[in-house]
Every structure is written in structure tokens, then in C-alpha cells.
Nanobody
């Protein structure tokens, strides 16, 4: 299984970017897909997630600005980022996992990360 993230780049504050993550293999439809981000010197935090049934969840800091979506036909998850702020600057990672019981995962895969830089 491989996760290939793309779409990062440099954008001015107030601008938009769309990240994509393509998942190889046959796990996509069964996966919870998520985007995490890690700024320099900080821990990796959840940005947004979407379950296999389409239920979404967002970090408070991005609610109303970011939208996560998935296309099961293309094995792809997207993160549409609008009204970007300098504090959104980070490496963004996509994640595919499936939890089958409390603290038990069938799988947990990560992409390589894509850098988003928002200038003020």
C-alpha cells in the first residue's frame, strides 16, 4: 500500500490550495482517511478526517475554511483549503487507517507529506 500526497506549495494569506492523496491497493473503501499536519518544532496534529461512510471531522482551527472529501472510485482523498493563514504553514500528511476495536487497528498507513507555506 502506498499513499501519494500532492498539491502543496506557496500561497499568500487568504489564498486557497487543494491537496490530493491517492491510495494504491484495495484498502481505500474500507479506510478512514485523514489529513494531519506538522509545523516545525511542533507535534503532528489531526486536521480533518472522513470515515468510510462519509462522516467528517475537523480541527477547530480549520472549521469553516477546510473541506475534506473522498472519491472512492479514484481511491483519492482531497483537502480543499480556503482562507489560508500563515499559521496553516506545515507539512501535511495523509493517513489511511481502520480501527476494528478500541486500540486495535487493522492497518495504519502514512503518505510522505506535502509542504504548505502560507506567506503573510
Amino acid at each position: 500500500v502506498q499513499l501519494q500526497a500532492s498539491g502543496g506549495g506557496l500561497v499568500q494569506a487568504g489564498g486557497s490550495l487543494r491537496l490530493s492523496c491517492v491510495v494504491s491497493g484495495s484498502i481505500f473503501s474500507r479506510s478512514r482517511m485523514a489529513w494531519y499536519r506538522q509545523a516545525p518544532g511542533k507535534q503532528r496534529d489531526l486536521v480533518a478526517s472522513v470515515t468510510s461512510r462519509g462522516t467528517t471531522n475537523y480541527a477547530d482551527s480549520v472549521k469553516g475554511r477546510f473541506t475534506i472529501s473522498r472519491d472512492n472510485g479514484k481511491n483519492t482523498v482531497y483537502l480543499q483549503m480556503n482562507s489560508l493563514k500563515p499559521e496553516d504553514t506545515a507539512v501535511y500528511y495523509c493517513n489511511a487507517d481502520r480501527r476494528v476495536a478500541p486500540d486495535v487497528w487493522e492497518f495504519d498507513y502514512w503518505g510522505q507529506g506535502t509542504l504548505v507555506t502560507v506567506s503573510s
